[in-house]
């Protein structure tokens, strides 16, 4: 039986009821502070109110024509093939079938050229109103005393196309993930990880609640951070996570906000299989988009194991780690936390060896800004393999980051002139690039060159 409470799953109506209320704690507010009421403020007391009573009849019309049309046996020609719902919008297509327009649409949309019903390759793709059956719909919706409009709006979202038999399915897999059976736990897994892949319709039902998202990891809660955790449960759950936080904005953020997830990511870091490892990774990436977000997941200490995975340098993981590293460290606060856990040495050792030199140089050109960073590049070398990047490199943007770095080095560590000079004098690297490189790069390359040039005239002058 669906809930009859108002505003308990439209997102747009919740959101208009909080700012009903919020406008309505307002002028309340107001009545307390005032002496006598305005007319005016009590004109806006009595509009707030009317509106949240005609939206709390609206919601509880909805909820009662959902229960009606639960309990009346629909005729089976007025059902859609394909959602098995009650058709909004009739339409005929090219077999001579007939489907709700929403569901025909998506269909074709996803590259489908065939009738689902018939299998007959489709000759074209339009679609005609069919006005008999529409007109037939109507009538019987009048006849059982279900209002069209009412029943639609319950039934389908416009934009995700969630179907009530989708909604069933995915409370279905959430239970059996509650089983305490670990088959059950890992087939619903492995299901949900397939159709939040597959579509957008299970992403936006797991977006309705933190709650979902609970339920989904809460066997990795019950399993704990054990050596004989299922590995592919793990990677399943973990995977599907990363699925439902790509579909929008408002998902990331109730993913993340979590208090189960972060935790849960950072011991598939540790502990996951590569492709889990590797999948959290590019949760954390997803997550990290969102600026509030970043400072979040900054602060619960997931960048040691991002480094981590980074250092063992597993293909189909390293890069995933880097994108999650460098979007977290946009956010200033965050590339002290990666200096701190040893995020320098790592990068530079990858660096120096020419492994994947686009994405650690772009990570190592944002953490320079930190003293202890440029103290460690002193220490591995780093003057010696920047300038060789510079010289010698093809890529503009590889190019732009080593002179990037160099510049803040050259302008921290005195003890690194006569390497820049030295390099300069034999092939004249950094005159090169101030000609020749990006905007940026030039900026960089010239005021090294004027450092290094009032360095000289100091020592002639001494």
């Not at 492709?275 to 997931?302: E, P, Q, Y």
């Not at 980074?310 to 993981?317: D, H, Q, R």
């Not at 590293?325 to 660096?351: M, P, Q, W, Y």
Request: aromatic letters at 4%; glycine letters at 4%; hydrophobic letters at 40%.
């Amino acid at each position: 039986m669906a809930k009859t409470d108002a505003f308990d799953s439209d997102p747009t109506a919740i959101a208009k009821a909080k700012e009903l209320k919020r406008e309505m704690k307002k002028l309340l507010m107001n009545m307390e502070e005032e002496d006598g009421l305005s007319v005016q403020t009590i004109d806006h007391l009595q509009e707030a109110l009317s509106a949240f009573k005609q939206a709390t009849m609206r919601k509880m019309a909805r909820s009662s024509s959902l229960e009606m049309l639960e309990t009346v046996s629909c005729p089976e020609e007025f059902r859609c093939p394909l959602s098995k719902e009650l058709m909004r919008d009739p339409v005929v297509l090219a077999s001579g079938q007939t489907y709700d327009k929403l569901f025909i649409q998506k269909w074709l949309s996803s590259g489908n050229r065939t009738c689902p019903k018939t299998q007959q390759v489709l000759p074209h793709t339009a679609l005609t109103p069919n006005l008999l059956i529409r007109d037939m719909i109507s009538k019987w919706c009048k006849t059982v005393g279900l209002e069209t409009t009412t029943y639609q709006s319950s039934l389908v979202d416009e934009e995700k196309a969630v179907t009530r038999s989708d909604r069933e399915i995915f409370n279905s897999l959430l239970c059996k993930l509650s089983s305490s059976n670990l088959q059950d736990q890992k087939s619903a897994a492995k299901e949900l990880r397939r159709l939040t892949k597959k579509g957008t319709e299970f992403r936006a039902l797991f977006g309705e609640s933190s709650d979902n998202i609970t339920r989904l990891v809460n066997p990795l809660l019950l399993h704990g951070s054990t050596l004989n955790q299922d590995e592919q449960l793990q990677e399943d759950v973990i995977t599907t996570l990363l699925n439902v936080s790509i579909h929008d904005d408002s998902n990331k953020k109730l993913v993340c906000e979590n208090a189960n997830v972060i935790p849960l990511l950072i011991d598939a870091l540790r502990r996951g299989t590569v492709a889990t490892r590797s999948n959290a990774a590019a949760t954390v990436f997803t997550f990290s988009a969102l600026d509030s977000n970043k400072a979040l997941i900054g602060k619960s200490g997931i960048l040691k194991p991002l480094i981590d995975l980074l250092e063992e340098g597993n293909p189909s993981a390293i890069k995933d780690a880097a994108a999650a590293i460098f979007t977290l460290c946009i956010a200033h606060e965050n590339r002290s936390r990666a200096v701190k856990d040893g995020a320098i040495k790592v990068l530079g050792k990858k660096i120096s060896d020419g492994l994947y030199v686009d994405e650690l140089l772009a990570i190592l050109a944002m953490l320079v800004t930190h003293w202890k960073a440029v103290e460690e590049l002193g220490e591995l070398g780093g003057v010696t393999w920047l300038l060789r990047i510079t010289r010698e490199s093809e890529c503009k943007r590889n190019k732009e980051n080593a002179i990037v770095i160099l510049h803040t080095i050259c302008f921290s560590d005195r003890t690194k002139w006569k390497e820049i000079k030295e390099e300069e004098s034999s092939h004249g690297t950094i005159t090169k690039l101030a000609r020749e490189g990006t905007s940026r790069a030039q900026r960089k390359a010239n005021g090294i060159l004027d450092r290094l040039r009032k360095a000289m005239n100091l020592t002639h002058t001494a």
